[in-house]
């Protein structure tokens, strides 16, 4: 099908509204629907399902420090729009297809308000999963100002749910930011993308099998999602008038397995001021970043010397990544327009502050524990390829159980041959380095003999990360602090076919067992 990039205007989520506000609690209702709607002028309506019926799904904007309670409801239809693998864990014949539950990524929350797998639900809570507590989360917002995002998180049909609309914006504020005088109002624009395919008739495709499965399958997972088209805000290659000035660009990586590597096809510079969980410490220049799924990064953009141009948003990364096929420049190679069109309203006083924040980093001698941990390549029972993590399963005892308030260390010794974007859930953390090794010699004797020295994180990289790329072949080792909750908590790979087939595990949050942590445990409940 043909769709001509540049022609639609990029859309920006409306702000959710709370429906009343009790005691300087806000409390808002949103409700997963099935709707039609244009996501290119060449396209007719597409059928999607959206939080409050729209995709992306309204952004929240909260202050830092005012809890929200949020009703999550889910009105979807009984059937899934898309192909339905029953034999992927946790999807199988014996639960409805439809179910639904919502995890706020990146932020900081009791586990009953974390969106675990296995809590999910179906229309109007008829049906609920083993781990289901309550209809309402509460999100806390003690965390620093930046930008998080909320999608679905249902056990074996996430990629499906995402695919189909479910994700959208959440963005926290706090003073100290606010002093800082970014471009704000509609100079920040938020930007999630995303990879799809459609049918000619306008609906989402996606593959019902891989090509070269032979067990008798069907629908079958596969092992990861490239579209051939990318969506900005749910438009297909939109387009966006800019003013002769500075911008804020919050972008956020919604896609399914596909890693993005951004440049401007000016080749100007970005200002990155943001990571996944808040602000840098300085403003870092650049010319590319690399976007892993479920990454966010925070860009200041100056268009001030491009009157009346267009620059173009673009794409390198390779999918699979980092050793797969180049984008075709034409189609995914690129990403969005900003054409310079419009006049310049006010004069723009806004400005890239050369302190942005405070980042007390982790030294390693404080680790409590390191936890060496192996990302592995495996087979399923039909042959099918599945990555693991540490060689365990979903559904194998928890094995990792951080004790409340300790610094650790995470060791992914990546075995397999795809870059994994690693998440984990609760806590903001800093990467430490990263390490190639031997494979062969692992894989024979279970030790790691290194072929080079440690290198640190990317520059964009440094500050506070819910997300990190796992490399094949190397070690990359990250350092976090489990707080301020006990509890079920989850880490995964963030590419949505792998998370779906296995490369997810529990983990559990444990009290420190002296006397001072027992009697808070007690007061506590
Ligand atoms: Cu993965």
Not at 265 to 283: A, H, K, V
Not at 299 to 318: C, E, H, M, W, Y
Request: some cysteine; glycine content about 6%.
């Amino acid at each position: 099908m043909q769709i001509t990039p540049f022609n639609t205007p990029l859309p920006v989520p409306k702000i959710q509204r709370p429906l009343y506000v009790k005691e300087g609690v806000a409390y808002y209702e949103v409700t997963m629907k099935q709707m039609y709607q244009k996501l290119h002028k060449d396209l007719p309506g597409t059928v999607i399902w959206g939080y409050q019926g729209i995709y992306p799904g309204p952004t929240f904007e909260v202050k830092r420090n005012q809890k929200i309670r949020v009703r999550w409801m889910n009105d979807l239809p009984d059937e899934h729009i898309l192909p339905l693998d029953h034999t992927v864990h946790g999807a199988g014949v014996e639960v409805p297809d439809v179910r639904t539950v919502v995890h706020l990524h990146g932020a900081r929350v009791r586990p009953d308000s974390d969106g675990y797998p296995d809590a999910w639900f179906t229309k109007n809570y008829q049906v609920v999963g083993p781990f289901f507590e309550q209809e309402t989360y509460e999100y806390p917002n003690d965390m620093e100002a930046t930008m998080l995002w909320y999608h679905d998180h249902a056990i074996g049909i996430t990629r499906l749910n995402i695919y189909a609309g479910l994700a959208g914006m959440y963005i926290i504020r706090d003073e100290h930011e606010e002093r800082l005088n970014l471009p704000k109002g509609e100079f920040e624009i938020p930007l999630l993308i995303q990879d799809r395919s459609f049918n000619p008739d306008g609906t989402f495709y996606y593959p019902a099998k891989p090509d070269d499965l032979t067990a008798p399958v069907y629908p079958s997972v596969i092992p990861e999602f490239f579209g051939d088209t990318i969506l900005v805000n749910g438009v297909v290659w939109p387009y966006l008038e800019v003013e002769p000035r500075k911008y804020r660009l919050r972008l956020v990586n919604g896609s399914n397995s596909r890693f993005y590597r951004i440049s401007l096809s000016n080749q100007q510079s970005f200002y990155q001021i943001g990571t996944d969980g808040g602000l840098r410490e300085n403003p870092l220049e650049m010319k590319s970043f690399l976007l892993a799924p479920g990454e966010r990064i925070d860009l200041i953009v100056d268009f001030s010397d491009l009157k009346g141009q267009t620059v173009v948003l673009k794409n390198r990364a390779p999918a699979p990544f980092p050793d797969g096929e180049l984008p075709d420049p034409s189609t995914t190679g690129q990403i969005m327009a900003f054409k310079v069109t419009k006049p310049l309203t006010v004069k723009d006083t806004s400005v890239i502050p050369e302190t942005l924040n405070k980042i007390d980093y982790y030294n390693e001698n404080q680790a409590y524990i390191i936890r060496p941990l192996t990302l592995v390549h495996r087979e399923d029972v039909y042959g099918r390829p599945i990555m693991l993590l540490d060689d365990l399963r979903w559904d194998d005892p928890i094995t990792e159980n951080p004790k409340l308030g300790s610094i650790e260390i995470w060791s992914l010794i990546n075995i397999s041959d795809d870059t994994h974007p690693i998440h984990l859930h609760l806590i903001q953390f800093q990467i430490l380095d990263r390490q190639p090794f031997d494979v062969d010699h692992f894989n024979e004797t279970g030790n790691l003999k290194y072929t080079d020295d440690r290198r640190g994180p990317e520059p964009a990289e440094k500050g506070w990360k819910d997300i990190v790329s796992a490399n094949p072949g190397e070690v990359t080792r990250i350092i976090g602090k489990f707080q301020p909750y006990t509890g079920r908590y989850v880490w995964h790979c963030h590419m949505l076919e792998h998370e779906d087939q296995e490369m997810m595990r529990p983990y559990e949050v444990i009290p420190k067992m002296n006397v001072i942590q027992k009697l808070i445990q007690k007061i506590k409940h």
